[in-house]
Protein backbone atom coordinates (compact mmCIF):
# COMPACT_ATOMS: atom_id res chain seq x y z
CA UNK A 1 0.00 0.00 0.00
CA UNK A 2 1.07 3.38 -1.10
CA UNK A 3 1.73 4.93 2.68
CA UNK A 4 0.60 8.31 1.30
CA UNK A 5 -2.76 7.27 0.00
CA UNK A 6 -3.67 5.76 2.94
CA UNK A 7 -7.30 7.41 4.49
CA UNK A 8 -7.58 10.18 6.77
CA UNK A 9 -8.18 8.26 10.70
CA UNK A 10 -10.46 9.44 12.95
CA UNK A 11 -8.56 8.12 15.77
CA UNK A 12 -10.30 7.96 18.58
CA UNK A 13 -8.67 10.72 21.60
CA UNK A 14 -8.64 8.45 24.17
CA UNK A 15 -6.09 6.49 21.50
CA UNK A 16 -3.80 9.05 21.71
CA UNK A 17 -4.04 9.98 24.86
CA UNK A 18 -3.06 6.36 25.75
CA UNK A 19 -0.12 6.64 22.82
CA UNK A 20 1.42 9.21 24.37
CA UNK A 21 0.85 8.43 28.30
CA UNK A 22 2.43 4.91 27.02
CA UNK A 23 5.33 7.45 25.54
CA UNK A 24 6.06 8.56 28.89
CA UNK A 25 6.13 5.33 30.83
CA UNK A 26 8.27 3.98 27.53
CA UNK A 27 10.99 6.25 28.71
CA UNK A 28 10.97 6.07 31.90
CA UNK A 29 11.21 2.33 31.79
CA UNK A 30 13.97 2.53 29.34
CA UNK A 31 15.88 4.97 31.93
CA UNK A 32 14.63 2.98 34.96
CA UNK A 33 17.95 3.41 36.92
CA UNK A 34 17.90 6.83 36.10
CA UNK A 35 14.35 7.74 37.00
CA UNK A 36 14.96 5.47 40.78
CA UNK A 37 18.20 7.66 41.49
CA UNK A 38 16.25 11.08 40.76
CA UNK A 39 12.87 9.92 42.91
CA UNK A 40 14.03 7.94 45.74
CA UNK A 41 17.70 9.03 46.22
CA UNK A 42 16.97 12.00 47.78
CA UNK A 43 14.44 10.92 50.55
CA UNK A 44 16.36 7.69 50.88
CA UNK A 45 19.65 9.83 52.28
CA UNK A 46 16.96 11.89 54.30
CA UNK A 47 15.44 9.04 55.73
CA UNK A 48 18.70 7.21 56.82
CA UNK A 49 20.69 10.21 57.94
CA UNK A 50 17.94 11.92 60.31
CA UNK A 51 16.25 8.99 60.77
CA UNK A 52 18.58 6.21 61.38
CA UNK A 53 22.35 8.31 62.03
CA UNK A 54 21.17 11.09 64.32
CA UNK A 55 19.20 8.41 66.14
CA UNK A 56 21.80 6.11 66.57
CA UNK A 57 24.40 8.93 67.40
CA UNK A 58 21.46 9.88 70.27
CA UNK A 59 20.88 13.40 68.55
CA UNK A 60 17.14 12.71 68.38
CA UNK A 61 15.00 11.42 70.98
CA UNK A 62 13.59 7.59 70.44
CA UNK A 63 10.27 7.43 68.24
CA UNK A 64 11.40 10.47 66.19
CA UNK A 65 11.95 7.77 62.99
CA UNK A 66 8.04 7.31 63.33
CA UNK A 67 7.53 11.30 63.18
CA UNK A 68 9.58 11.53 60.09
CA UNK A 69 8.64 8.74 58.16
CA UNK A 70 5.00 10.20 57.14
CA UNK A 71 6.40 13.34 56.52
CA UNK A 72 9.58 12.06 53.99
CA UNK A 73 6.64 9.49 52.23
CA UNK A 74 4.78 13.34 51.66
CA UNK A 75 8.02 14.55 50.16
CA UNK A 76 8.68 12.13 48.42
CA UNK A 77 5.11 12.32 46.37
CA UNK A 78 4.92 15.77 46.25
CA UNK A 79 9.06 16.41 45.27
CA UNK A 80 8.15 13.21 42.76
CA UNK A 81 5.77 14.43 41.47
CA UNK A 82 6.32 18.30 41.27
CA UNK A 83 9.97 17.68 39.45
CA UNK A 84 8.16 14.83 36.87
CA UNK A 85 6.86 18.07 35.79
CA UNK A 86 8.38 20.82 36.43
CA UNK A 87 11.90 20.57 34.56
CA UNK A 88 10.73 18.53 31.80
CA UNK A 89 8.34 21.24 31.04
CA UNK A 90 10.74 24.21 31.43
CA UNK A 91 13.02 22.33 28.89
CA UNK A 92 10.72 21.17 26.63
CA UNK A 93 8.76 24.65 26.04
CA UNK A 94 11.72 26.26 26.54
CA UNK A 95 14.80 24.92 24.41
CA UNK A 96 14.28 21.38 23.21
CA UNK A 97 10.63 21.58 22.19
CA UNK A 98 10.44 17.73 21.41
CA UNK A 99 6.93 18.16 22.97
CA UNK A 100 5.53 19.52 19.50
CA UNK A 101 4.97 16.38 18.28
CA UNK A 102 2.86 15.54 21.41
CA UNK A 103 0.99 18.97 21.18
CA UNK A 104 0.67 17.89 17.18
CA UNK A 105 -1.28 14.82 18.16
CA UNK A 106 -4.55 14.80 17.15
CA UNK A 107 -5.67 15.56 20.98
CA UNK A 108 -6.62 18.63 22.68
CA UNK A 109 -3.86 20.49 24.06
CA UNK A 110 -5.77 20.26 27.50
CA UNK A 111 -5.39 16.39 26.99
CA UNK A 112 -1.91 16.83 26.88
CA UNK A 113 -1.60 18.69 29.73
CA UNK A 114 -4.21 16.30 31.49
CA UNK A 115 -1.50 13.46 30.44
CA UNK A 116 1.52 14.94 31.65
CA UNK A 117 -0.44 15.35 35.41
CA UNK A 118 -1.60 11.69 34.68
CA UNK A 119 2.11 10.75 34.19
CA UNK A 120 3.00 12.70 37.36
CA UNK A 121 0.45 11.55 39.67
CA UNK A 122 1.59 7.89 39.03
CA UNK A 123 5.33 8.02 39.24
CA UNK A 124 4.63 10.35 42.53
CA UNK A 125 2.62 7.01 44.25
CA UNK A 126 4.99 4.57 42.12
CA UNK A 127 7.99 6.39 44.24
CA UNK A 128 5.60 6.81 47.49
CA UNK A 129 5.06 3.20 47.47
CA UNK A 130 8.72 2.03 47.08
CA UNK A 131 9.67 4.54 50.00
CA UNK A 132 7.78 2.14 52.23
CA UNK A 133 9.76 -1.13 51.97
CA UNK A 134 13.17 0.81 51.92
CA UNK A 135 11.38 2.34 55.19
CA UNK A 136 11.40 -1.18 56.79
CA UNK A 137 14.90 -1.52 55.43
CA UNK A 138 16.21 1.47 57.05
CA UNK A 139 14.55 1.69 60.22
CA UNK A 140 13.53 -1.76 61.17
CA UNK A 141 10.07 -0.87 61.35
CA UNK A 142 7.72 1.89 59.81
CA UNK A 143 4.70 3.21 61.54
CA UNK A 144 0.95 1.46 60.42
CA UNK A 145 -2.56 1.72 61.35
CA UNK A 146 -4.68 -0.44 58.91
CA UNK A 147 -7.69 1.44 59.90
CA UNK A 148 -6.38 4.82 58.69
CA UNK A 149 -6.12 3.19 55.12
CA UNK A 150 -8.75 5.47 53.62
CA UNK A 151 -7.11 8.79 54.85
CA UNK A 152 -3.49 7.35 54.13
CA UNK A 153 -4.08 6.64 50.06
CA UNK A 154 -6.38 10.35 50.47
CA UNK A 155 -3.22 12.02 51.57
CA UNK A 156 -0.55 10.30 49.11
CA UNK A 157 -3.14 10.90 46.09
CA UNK A 158 -3.80 14.06 47.16
CA UNK A 159 0.56 14.66 47.81
CA UNK A 160 0.97 13.22 44.51
CA UNK A 161 -1.89 15.48 42.70
CA UNK A 162 -0.37 18.89 44.30
CA UNK A 163 3.04 17.87 43.48
CA UNK A 164 2.11 17.75 39.91
CA UNK A 165 -0.09 20.28 40.04
CA UNK A 166 2.87 22.54 41.30
CA UNK A 167 4.75 21.00 38.34
CA UNK A 168 3.01 22.24 36.07
CA UNK A 169 2.61 25.40 37.27
CA UNK A 170 6.11 26.07 37.88
CA UNK A 171 6.95 24.20 34.85
CA UNK A 172 4.69 26.55 32.31
CA UNK A 173 5.34 29.99 34.44
CA UNK A 174 8.47 30.02 35.48
CA UNK A 175 11.00 31.75 32.72
CA UNK A 176 13.58 29.33 31.21
CA UNK A 177 16.65 31.58 31.38
CA UNK A 178 15.64 31.39 35.00
CA UNK A 179 16.26 28.15 35.49
CA UNK A 180 19.16 28.35 37.02
CA UNK A 181 17.62 29.72 40.62
CA UNK A 182 14.82 27.59 40.82
CA UNK A 183 16.57 24.92 43.23
CA UNK A 184 17.35 27.82 45.74
CA UNK A 185 14.18 29.85 45.12
CA UNK A 186 11.48 27.35 45.04
CA UNK A 187 12.66 23.62 45.52
CA UNK A 188 15.00 24.08 48.84
CA UNK A 189 12.34 26.27 51.02
CA UNK A 190 9.97 23.97 49.74
CA UNK A 191 11.65 21.10 51.01
CA UNK A 192 12.33 22.95 54.23
CA UNK A 193 8.87 24.25 55.52
CA UNK A 194 6.90 21.20 54.23
CA UNK A 195 6.96 20.10 58.27
CA UNK A 196 8.69 16.57 56.42
CA UNK A 197 10.88 16.66 59.63
CA UNK A 198 9.31 18.13 62.26
CA UNK A 199 5.21 17.92 63.32
CA UNK A 200 3.82 21.26 62.68
CA UNK A 201 2.14 21.92 66.41
CA UNK A 202 5.24 21.23 67.96
CA UNK A 203 6.57 24.28 66.15
CA UNK A 204 4.66 26.40 68.50
CA UNK A 205 7.92 28.34 70.44
CA UNK A 206 8.75 29.31 66.67
CA UNK A 207 5.43 31.14 65.80
CA UNK A 208 6.75 32.69 62.86
CA UNK A 209 8.38 29.58 61.30
CA UNK A 210 4.82 27.71 62.33
CA UNK A 211 2.96 30.44 60.15
CA UNK A 212 5.44 30.04 57.13
CA UNK A 213 5.05 26.62 57.41
CA UNK A 214 1.58 27.02 57.46
CA UNK A 215 1.71 29.02 53.75
CA UNK A 216 3.56 25.49 52.32
CA UNK A 217 0.71 23.47 50.94
CA UNK A 218 3.08 20.38 51.45
CA UNK A 219 2.83 21.18 55.53
CA UNK A 220 -0.81 19.53 54.80
CA UNK A 221 0.31 16.63 53.18
CA UNK A 222 2.90 15.72 55.87
CA UNK A 223 0.40 16.07 58.75
CA UNK A 224 -2.46 14.09 56.99
CA UNK A 225 -0.10 11.47 56.76
CA UNK A 226 1.40 11.92 60.68
CA UNK A 227 -2.74 11.73 61.29
CA UNK A 228 -2.83 8.74 59.10
CA UNK A 229 -0.27 6.61 60.73
CA UNK A 230 1.29 8.12 63.54
CA UNK A 231 -2.43 9.37 65.05
CA UNK A 232 -1.08 9.61 69.24
CA UNK A 233 1.08 12.54 67.74
CA UNK A 234 -0.13 15.86 68.26
CA UNK A 235 -0.89 17.02 64.68
CA UNK A 236 -2.83 19.33 62.41
CA UNK A 237 -6.83 17.91 61.92
CA UNK A 238 -6.88 15.04 59.24
CA UNK A 239 -10.06 17.13 58.09
CA UNK A 240 -8.19 20.59 57.97
CA UNK A 241 -5.29 19.22 55.84
CA UNK A 242 -8.05 17.59 54.02
CA UNK A 243 -9.97 20.96 53.17
CA UNK A 244 -6.60 22.86 52.35
CA UNK A 245 -5.08 20.13 49.80
CA UNK A 246 -8.03 20.11 48.12
CA UNK A 247 -8.12 24.13 48.06
CA UNK A 248 -4.64 24.15 46.69
CA UNK A 249 -4.87 21.56 44.25
CA UNK A 250 -8.11 23.15 43.04
CA UNK A 251 -6.11 26.59 42.41
CA UNK A 252 -2.61 24.79 41.33
CA UNK A 253 -4.15 22.78 38.30
CA UNK A 254 -6.67 25.08 36.58
CA UNK A 255 -3.42 27.66 36.85
CA UNK A 256 -1.19 24.97 35.58
CA UNK A 257 -3.51 24.29 32.85
CA UNK A 258 -3.82 27.29 31.82
CA UNK A 259 0.02 28.01 31.90
CA UNK A 260 0.15 25.14 29.81
CA UNK A 261 -2.22 26.41 27.29
CA UNK A 262 -0.17 29.84 27.00
CA UNK A 263 3.13 27.75 26.22
CA UNK A 264 1.58 25.62 24.14
CA UNK A 265 -0.65 27.76 21.95
CA UNK A 266 0.67 31.33 21.22
CA UNK B 1 -3.94 38.89 11.09
CA UNK B 2 -1.81 37.68 14.19
CA UNK B 3 -0.55 40.15 16.98
CA UNK B 4 1.58 38.90 19.62
CA UNK B 5 0.88 39.86 23.68
CA UNK B 6 2.58 42.64 24.37
CA UNK B 7 3.89 43.43 20.79
CA UNK B 8 3.10 46.66 19.11
CA UNK B 9 2.84 45.61 15.69
CA UNK B 10 1.23 42.88 13.94
CA UNK B 11 3.27 39.71 13.18
CA UNK B 12 1.08 38.64 10.07
CA UNK B 13 -1.82 41.14 8.76
CA UNK B 14 -3.53 40.17 5.90
CA UNK B 15 -1.94 37.39 4.42
CA UNK B 16 -4.51 35.58 2.06
CA UNK B 17 -4.18 33.17 0.02
CA UNK B 18 -4.99 29.43 -1.19
CA UNK B 19 -2.77 26.67 -2.21
CA UNK B 20 -4.07 23.65 -4.68
CA UNK B 21 -4.36 20.36 -3.72
CA UNK B 22 -1.03 18.79 -5.19
CA UNK B 23 0.56 21.93 -5.20
CA UNK B 24 4.18 23.17 -4.03
CA UNK B 25 3.69 26.33 -2.35
CA UNK B 26 6.55 28.34 -1.27
CA UNK B 27 6.46 31.21 1.17
CA UNK B 28 8.98 33.63 0.51
CA UNK B 29 10.12 36.82 2.59
CA UNK B 30 13.05 38.14 4.16
CA UNK B 31 13.90 37.33 8.44
CA UNK B 32 10.86 38.16 10.17
CA UNK B 33 8.72 38.72 7.62
CA UNK B 34 5.57 36.53 9.23
CA UNK B 35 6.27 32.99 7.39
CA UNK B 36 6.86 30.91 10.47
CA UNK B 37 3.98 32.79 12.04
CA UNK B 38 1.92 32.07 9.09
CA UNK B 39 2.50 28.47 9.71
CA UNK B 40 2.20 28.19 13.06
CA UNK B 41 -1.17 29.51 12.45
CA UNK B 42 -2.02 27.12 9.76
CA UNK B 43 -0.64 24.36 12.16
CA UNK B 44 -2.69 25.08 15.12
CA UNK B 45 -0.20 26.24 17.19
CA UNK B 46 -0.37 29.85 16.90
CA UNK B 47 -4.32 31.34 17.11
CA UNK B 48 -4.67 34.15 14.89
CA UNK B 49 -6.16 37.33 16.46
CA UNK B 50 -8.51 37.64 13.44
CA UNK B 51 -9.33 36.00 9.99
CA UNK B 52 -9.99 32.48 8.94
CA UNK B 53 -7.38 29.55 7.91
CA UNK B 54 -8.53 26.30 6.52
CA UNK B 55 -6.36 22.99 5.97
CA UNK B 56 -7.59 20.68 3.76
CA UNK B 57 -10.77 21.76 4.53
CA UNK B 58 -10.92 21.99 8.28
CA UNK B 59 -10.95 25.41 10.25
CA UNK B 60 -7.79 25.11 12.49
CA UNK B 61 -9.29 27.68 14.80
CA UNK B 62 -12.80 26.10 15.05
CA UNK B 63 -11.27 22.00 14.79
CA UNK B 64 -7.55 21.99 15.55
CA UNK B 65 -7.64 18.09 16.69
CA UNK B 66 -9.36 17.37 12.73
CA UNK B 67 -6.90 19.38 11.21
CA UNK B 68 -3.72 18.18 12.65
CA UNK B 69 -5.20 14.56 11.79
CA UNK B 70 -4.35 15.97 7.97
CA UNK B 71 -1.58 18.34 8.65
CA UNK B 72 2.44 17.29 9.34
CA UNK B 73 4.63 19.99 9.78
CA UNK B 74 8.52 19.89 9.91
CA UNK B 75 9.98 22.89 11.70
CA UNK B 76 13.08 24.97 10.97
CA UNK B 77 14.81 23.53 13.95
CA UNK B 78 15.33 19.70 14.90
CA UNK B 79 12.42 19.24 17.84
CA UNK B 80 12.80 15.23 17.78
CA UNK B 81 12.12 13.29 21.32
CA UNK B 82 15.23 12.47 22.56
CA UNK B 83 14.42 10.19 25.03
CA UNK B 84 13.52 8.05 22.19
CA UNK B 85 15.77 6.64 19.01
CA UNK B 86 15.01 7.40 15.36
CA UNK B 87 12.79 4.43 15.02
CA UNK B 88 10.98 5.05 18.00
CA UNK B 89 10.14 8.32 17.61
CA UNK B 90 8.55 7.40 13.63
CA UNK B 91 6.56 4.72 15.74
CA UNK B 92 5.34 6.93 18.80
CA UNK B 93 4.27 9.49 16.23
CA UNK B 94 2.24 7.00 14.25
CA UNK B 95 1.05 5.83 17.35
CA UNK B 96 -0.37 9.02 18.40
CA UNK B 97 -2.67 9.18 15.32
CA UNK B 98 -3.91 6.08 15.66
CA UNK B 99 -1.68 3.96 13.07
CA UNK B 100 -2.53 0.33 13.72
CA UNK B 101 0.38 -1.33 15.64
CA UNK B 102 1.61 -3.76 13.12
CA UNK B 103 1.89 -1.06 10.44
CA UNK B 104 4.09 0.95 12.59
CA UNK B 105 7.65 -0.42 12.11
CA UNK B 106 6.90 -1.56 8.89
CA UNK B 107 6.27 2.14 7.85
CA UNK B 108 9.28 3.70 10.03
CA UNK B 109 11.26 1.49 8.10
CA UNK B 110 10.29 2.61 4.41
CA UNK B 111 10.36 5.81 5.29
CA UNK B 112 13.59 6.11 6.84
CA UNK B 113 14.75 3.88 4.09
CA UNK B 114 13.09 6.40 1.48
CA UNK B 115 15.24 9.16 3.41
CA UNK B 116 18.41 7.67 3.69
CA UNK B 117 18.11 6.94 7.77
CA UNK B 118 17.52 3.29 7.62
CA UNK B 119 21.20 2.59 9.40
CA UNK B 120 20.50 4.98 11.41
CA UNK B 121 17.34 3.93 13.57
CA UNK B 122 18.51 2.63 16.73
CA UNK B 123 20.39 6.17 17.41
CA UNK B 124 19.38 8.92 19.85
CA UNK B 125 18.68 12.64 17.93
CA UNK B 126 21.34 13.90 19.52
CA UNK B 127 24.10 12.34 17.72
CA UNK B 128 22.22 13.31 14.45
CA UNK B 129 23.67 15.90 11.76
CA UNK B 130 21.55 18.46 11.07
CA UNK B 131 20.50 17.46 8.06
CA UNK B 132 20.12 13.58 9.08
CA UNK B 133 17.64 15.27 11.96
CA UNK B 134 15.70 17.32 8.84
CA UNK B 135 15.24 13.99 7.19
CA UNK B 136 13.89 12.08 10.22
CA UNK B 137 11.93 15.15 10.65
CA UNK B 138 10.04 14.29 7.48
CA UNK B 139 10.39 10.56 7.67
CA UNK B 140 8.38 11.67 10.76
CA UNK B 141 5.90 13.75 9.38
CA UNK B 142 4.96 11.33 6.63
CA UNK B 143 3.93 8.15 9.07
CA UNK B 144 0.45 9.24 9.60
CA UNK B 145 0.17 10.29 5.79
CA UNK B 146 -0.75 13.76 6.37
CA UNK B 147 -2.35 15.71 3.23
CA UNK B 148 -0.75 18.53 3.49
CA UNK B 149 2.61 18.67 4.63
CA UNK B 150 4.46 21.88 6.27
CA UNK B 151 8.55 22.62 5.96
CA UNK B 152 9.96 25.60 7.64
CA UNK B 153 13.02 26.53 6.12
CA UNK B 154 13.77 23.05 5.15
CA UNK B 155 17.05 23.53 3.73
CA UNK B 156 18.50 26.29 5.64
CA UNK B 157 22.01 25.39 6.41
CA UNK B 158 22.48 21.87 4.85
CA UNK B 159 24.94 20.83 2.39
CA UNK B 160 24.23 21.31 -0.94
CA UNK B 161 24.33 17.39 -1.33
CA UNK B 162 21.95 17.35 0.98
CA UNK B 163 19.86 19.83 -0.27
CA UNK B 164 19.50 18.55 -3.50
CA UNK B 165 18.54 14.99 -2.48
CA UNK B 166 16.01 16.89 -0.32
CA UNK B 167 14.68 18.70 -2.97
CA UNK B 168 14.54 15.46 -4.98
CA UNK B 169 12.47 13.80 -2.13
CA UNK B 170 10.10 16.64 -1.79
CA UNK B 171 9.29 16.71 -5.70
CA UNK B 172 8.71 12.38 -5.10
CA UNK B 173 6.31 13.46 -2.81
CA UNK B 174 4.29 15.98 -4.89
CA UNK B 175 3.80 13.19 -7.30
CA UNK B 176 2.25 10.95 -4.39
CA UNK B 177 -0.60 13.56 -4.29
CA UNK B 178 0.85 15.60 -0.61
CA UNK B 179 0.05 19.24 -0.84
CA UNK B 180 3.67 21.02 0.51
CA UNK B 181 4.11 24.65 1.87
CA UNK B 182 7.25 25.22 2.27
CA UNK B 183 9.24 28.79 3.47
CA UNK B 184 12.23 29.55 2.40
CA UNK B 185 14.68 32.77 2.04
CA UNK B 186 16.24 30.84 -0.44
CA UNK B 187 15.23 31.96 -3.99
CA UNK B 188 16.89 28.99 -5.80
CA UNK B 189 14.74 26.53 -3.41
CA UNK B 190 11.47 28.59 -4.38
CA UNK B 191 11.97 28.76 -7.97
CA UNK B 192 13.02 25.14 -8.07
CA UNK B 193 10.12 23.31 -6.27
CA UNK B 194 7.18 25.86 -5.97
CA UNK B 195 4.53 25.55 -8.53
CA UNK B 196 3.74 29.14 -7.12
CA UNK B 197 5.39 31.78 -4.43
CA UNK B 198 3.79 34.20 -2.15
CA UNK B 199 6.45 36.74 -0.78
CA UNK B 200 5.44 37.59 2.30
CA UNK B 201 6.99 41.16 4.45
CA UNK B 202 5.91 42.79 7.17
CA UNK B 203 3.26 40.05 7.82
CA UNK B 204 1.47 40.79 4.37
CA UNK B 205 1.52 39.34 1.29
CA UNK B 206 3.02 40.89 -1.53
CA UNK B 207 3.07 39.10 -4.78
CA UNK B 208 1.59 35.64 -5.23
CA UNK B 209 1.86 33.79 -8.99
CA UNK B 210 4.77 30.95 -10.33
CA UNK B 211 7.96 32.22 -10.26
CA UNK B 212 8.16 32.60 -14.04
CA UNK B 213 5.31 34.97 -13.91
CA UNK B 214 6.44 36.56 -10.89
CA UNK B 215 10.07 36.85 -13.18
CA UNK B 216 8.16 38.60 -16.38
CA UNK B 217 6.44 40.64 -14.09
CA UNK B 218 9.28 42.83 -13.45
CA UNK B 219 9.91 43.92 -17.04
CA UNK B 220 12.27 46.83 -16.45
CA UNK B 221 14.63 44.06 -15.12
CA UNK B 222 14.88 42.13 -18.51
CA UNK B 223 17.68 44.24 -20.30
CA UNK B 224 20.31 44.68 -22.81
CA UNK B 225 23.14 46.98 -22.46
CA UNK B 226 25.90 47.98 -24.66
CA UNK B 227 28.88 49.85 -24.46
CA UNK B 228 29.63 52.05 -27.09
CA UNK B 229 33.14 53.43 -28.73
CA UNK B 230 33.70 56.58 -29.28
CA UNK B 231 31.95 58.45 -26.27
CA UNK B 232 28.99 60.08 -27.60
CA UNK B 233 28.68 63.61 -27.92
CA UNK B 234 25.08 64.11 -27.26
CA UNK B 235 23.60 60.95 -25.88
CA UNK B 236 19.84 62.06 -26.69
CA UNK B 237 19.37 61.09 -29.82
CA UNK B 238 20.78 58.43 -30.26
CA UNK B 239 18.76 57.28 -27.08
CA UNK B 240 15.45 58.49 -29.16
CA UNK B 241 16.41 56.24 -31.95
CA UNK B 242 17.28 52.97 -29.78
CA UNK B 243 13.91 53.98 -28.02
CA UNK B 244 12.33 54.26 -30.72
CA UNK B 245 12.85 49.88 -31.83
CA UNK B 246 10.05 48.05 -31.49
CA UNK B 247 10.55 45.61 -28.16
CA UNK B 248 12.13 48.83 -25.98
CA UNK B 249 10.40 49.25 -23.34
CA UNK B 250 12.69 52.61 -22.42
CA UNK B 251 16.02 53.21 -22.48
CA UNK B 252 18.87 55.22 -20.02
CA UNK B 253 22.15 56.47 -20.09
CA UNK B 254 24.52 54.71 -17.58
CA UNK B 255 25.82 57.33 -15.30
CA UNK B 256 29.36 57.78 -14.14
CA UNK B 257 29.09 55.78 -10.99
CA UNK B 258 27.84 52.68 -12.80
CA UNK B 259 30.92 52.58 -14.81
CA UNK B 260 33.21 50.83 -12.27
CA UNK B 261 30.98 47.18 -12.65
CA UNK B 262 31.88 46.18 -15.74
CA UNK B 263 34.51 49.06 -17.54
CA UNK B 264 38.29 48.50 -17.28
CA UNK B 265 38.29 52.33 -15.94
CA UNK B 266 38.80 53.96 -19.16
CA UNK B 267 36.44 56.44 -20.09
CA UNK B 268 36.83 55.91 -23.75
CA UNK B 269 33.07 54.61 -24.38
CA UNK B 270 29.40 55.73 -23.08
CA UNK B 271 26.87 52.54 -21.69
CA UNK B 272 23.49 52.34 -22.63
CA UNK B 273 20.88 50.28 -21.21
CA UNK B 274 17.70 49.01 -23.11
CA UNK B 275 14.81 47.52 -21.33
CA UNK B 276 13.46 44.93 -22.91
CA UNK B 277 9.51 44.47 -23.14
CA UNK B 278 9.99 40.57 -24.43
CA UNK B 279 13.51 38.39 -24.85
CA UNK B 280 16.55 41.17 -24.91
CA UNK B 281 18.72 38.93 -27.09
CA UNK B 282 16.46 39.82 -30.11
CA UNK B 283 17.27 43.29 -29.56
CA UNK B 284 20.60 43.37 -30.52
CA UNK B 285 20.94 43.04 -33.96
CA UNK B 286 18.49 46.35 -34.40
CA UNK B 287 20.27 47.73 -31.51
CA UNK B 288 23.88 47.34 -33.04
CA UNK B 289 23.04 48.38 -36.62
CA UNK B 290 21.12 51.62 -34.84
CA UNK B 291 24.58 52.51 -32.89
CA UNK B 292 26.41 51.64 -36.25
CA UNK B 293 24.04 54.23 -38.31
CA UNK B 294 25.33 56.80 -35.99
CA UNK B 295 28.70 56.29 -36.47
CA UNK B 296 29.29 54.34 -33.36
CA UNK B 297 30.46 50.69 -32.53
CA UNK B 298 29.39 48.21 -30.26
CA UNK B 299 32.05 46.95 -28.39
CA UNK B 300 30.49 45.01 -25.52
CA UNK B 301 26.99 43.29 -24.62
CA UNK B 302 25.82 42.47 -21.55
CA UNK B 303 22.28 40.54 -21.23
CA UNK B 304 20.63 40.50 -17.69
CA UNK B 305 17.30 38.68 -17.13
CA UNK B 306 15.34 39.04 -13.61
CA UNK B 307 15.54 36.35 -10.85
CA UNK B 308 13.27 35.73 -8.30
CA UNK B 309 15.87 37.10 -6.73
CA UNK B 310 15.25 40.52 -8.30
CA UNK B 311 11.35 40.45 -8.05
CA UNK B 312 12.06 39.44 -4.05
CA UNK B 313 14.52 42.57 -3.69
CA UNK B 314 12.22 44.82 -5.70
CA UNK B 315 9.09 44.17 -2.83
CA UNK B 316 10.81 43.55 0.07
CA UNK B 317 13.81 46.12 -0.09
CA UNK B 318 16.70 45.69 0.63
CA UNK B 319 17.38 47.19 3.97
CA UNK B 320 18.79 44.68 6.26
CA UNK B 321 17.07 43.60 9.29
Known amino acids: ?266 | MKRYRGATANAVDGCSFAVEEGEVFGLLGPNGAGKTTTIGVLTTRVLPTSGTATVAGVDVVADPVAARRRLAVVPQRSNLDRSLSVRDNLVFHAAYHGVPARDRRPLAEEWLGQFGMADRATAKPDVLSGGQAQRVMIARALMHAPDVLFLDEPTTGLDPAARLFLWDRLRQLQHRGVTILLTTHDMDEAAALATRVGIVDHGRLLALDTPEALMRSLPGLTALELTIEPPLAGVDGLLARLGALSGVARTEHLPDAARGETTDGLRGHDRVRLYATGPAPSLVAPAASVVAGAGHTVTNVRLSSPTLEDVFLELTGRTLR
Open chain 1, 1 to 266: MNPVDAPVRATPPWRTFLAVLHRDVYVTWSELPIVLSQVLLQPLFLLFVFGKVLGALGYTRPGYEDLLFPGLLALTAVVTGMMTLAFPLVRDFGWTKEIEDRLLAPISTSMVAVEKVVFAVARALAASLAMMPLGVVVLGSIPWEWRNLPLFTTMIVGGSLLGAGLGLVLGTLFPPERINIFFSLVFTPLLFTGASQYPWPSLAPLRWFQVLTALNPMTYVSEGLRAAMVPGVPHIPAWVCVVVLLGWIGVLLPVGMWGFHRRAVD
